[in-house]
């Protein structure tokens, strides 16, 4: 898919999941709303699509201590 197409799928739906290889996959999502409120913050997500290879496409949930260095 073309970089707007798959960010236009994310944005449209809320929250999606996509293969990121052969037996890989992530859930994006079009904001922190859609990430567990305590526990999760969201980082900006960029994937290779068909006409970018570094096209932002949204964001993915992670959990706060890996991403704010917590204990």
Same mark, same amino acid.
């Given at each position: 898919?073309?970089?707007?197409?798959?960010?236009?799928?994310?944005?449209?739906?809320?929250? *999606? *999941?996509?293969?990121?290889?052969?037996?890989? #996959?992530?859930?994006?999502?079009?904001?922190? /709303? #859609?990430?567990?409120?305590?526990?999760? *913050?969201?980082?900006p997500?960029?994937?290779?699509? /068909?006409d970018?290879?570094?096209?932002?496409?949204?964001? *993915?949930? /992670?959990? /706060?201590?890996?991403?704010?260095?917590?204990?």
């Open positions: 898919m073309a970089c707007n197409d798959v960010r236009e799928l994310v944005f449209s739906a809320g929250a *999606v *999941v996509i293969t990121t290889g052969d037996r890989t #996959f992530d859930r994006y999502v079009e904001s922190q /709303r #859609f990430c567990q409120p305590v526990d999760e *913050v969201s980082v997500a960029f994937v290779e699509t /068909r970018n290879p570094q096209c932002w496409i949204g964001y *993915v949930c /992670r959990d /706060r201590s890996d991403v704010e260095g917590g204990d």
